[in-house]
């Protein structure tokens, strides 16, 4: 399927065809993520953040900066008419008409899909409620791809809040499309829920359950770790129950294969150690950097084609 004028939504809708096609985009955009082309020049993309975020806004905005487009938008409830009790059909409707393409972020389930069907621009989900944030994933994958040169035969721990984190399911549903062995740790609370299970059975991919990362640490050859959700948990006494039950340190890498690489979608809270940073396995700073050419790889796909 081609990229062009393609709704983003969800992990499940891009084959290896669709990522392999994005990431020889993003590697080519490497090259000027911090200068400029006008590939999209006189075209507008709005950012419709009903949620707080610092990388996947910024980054998408820098990427449309350096494609040469401009960018419009709110990053927060307060600063939109939905303050005002305006409806989120209403507001994407607006947005479509002053806009080429729109990307945006929800705490409900469903909300890109259902601004999608509104709206007549593409539309890129952001991250919307607990399953979904189809971007970090591909940004994930393509982070790793960078790092070993392929994402085929590695065994990839995901290590804390399997349960609320939407780049949990939405890694692991891309990943479906490579093989690769998966190593999930967490407590036993956050394990992932029923569907991913399902997910993971129906497409017959190699996954394990663990409750700690030194069960599995020395095959691992990428560990991503994500924070606990903590503004998702329905019961705030659960989350008192697991906050700061894992937290990866230089220690607890003991053991590790010497070309481990440690990512981490951020933010992060106290679950990856800052001593950790100047190690050879932290490479979530340079994850967090791929961001500006994969999202100007994704733009320049969906609102110019191949
Ligand atoms: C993630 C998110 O919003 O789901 N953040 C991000 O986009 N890098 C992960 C998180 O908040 O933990």
Redesign the pocket.
């Known amino acids: 399927m081609t990229w062009l004028n393609r709704d983003v939504i969800s992990s499940l809708d891009f084959n290896r065809e669709d990522l392999m096609q994005l990431f020889n985009e993003a590697k080519e955009m490497e090259n000027y993520a911090k200068s400029k082309l006008n590939i999209l020049d006189g075209k507008i993309m709005a950012t419709a953040f009903f949620?707080?975020?610092?990388?996947?806004r910024l980054s998408f905005e820098a990427a449309m900066l350096r494609l040469g487009g401009r960018v419009l938008g709110f990053g927060s409830v307060e600063a939109s008419s939905v303050a005002k009790g305006e409806s989120l059909g209403d507001t994407i409707r607006m947005l479509d008409s002053y806009s080429d393409i729109i990307v945006i972020?929800h705490s409900l389930e469903g909300a890109a899909k259902y601004a999608a069907d509104i709206a007549t621009v593409p539309v890129v989900n952001?991250?919307d409620g607990t399953q979904n944030?189809p971007t970090?994933a591909m940004l994930d994958a393509y982070t790793i791809w960078r790092e070993y040169g392929r994402i085929d035969d590695l065994t990839i721990g995901i290590l804390g809040?399997l349960r609320y984190?939407?780049?949990v399911t939405s890694l692991v549903q891309l990943l479906s499309n490579f093989k690769v062995k998966l190593r999930l740790i967490s407590p036993e609370i956050l394990r992932p829920r029923r569907e991913l299970v399902d997910f993971m059975r129906m497409r017959g991919m190699n996954y394990s359950l663990h409750l700690n990362l030194s069960e599995v640490l020395s095959e691992l050859d990428v560990l991503y770790v994500?924070?606990i959700?903590r503004e998702r948990f329905p019961d705030p006494v659960e989350y008192e129950r697991v906050k700061g039950s894992f937290k990866v340190t230089p220690e607890s890498l003991i053991g590790a294969k010497d070309t481990l690489i440690v990512l981490h979608?951020?933010?992060r809270v106290d679950e990856v150690d800052h001593r950790l940073d100047s190690t050879k396995y932290a490479k979530y700073f340079r994850q967090?950097a791929l961001?500006v050419p994969l999202r100007m790889a994704l733009l320049k796909l969906v609102l110019k084609g191949d």
């Open positions: 949620e707080p975020s610092t990388r996947t972020r952001a991250g944030h970090q809040d984190a939407r780049v994500v924070r959700q979608p951020l933010p967090s961001g």
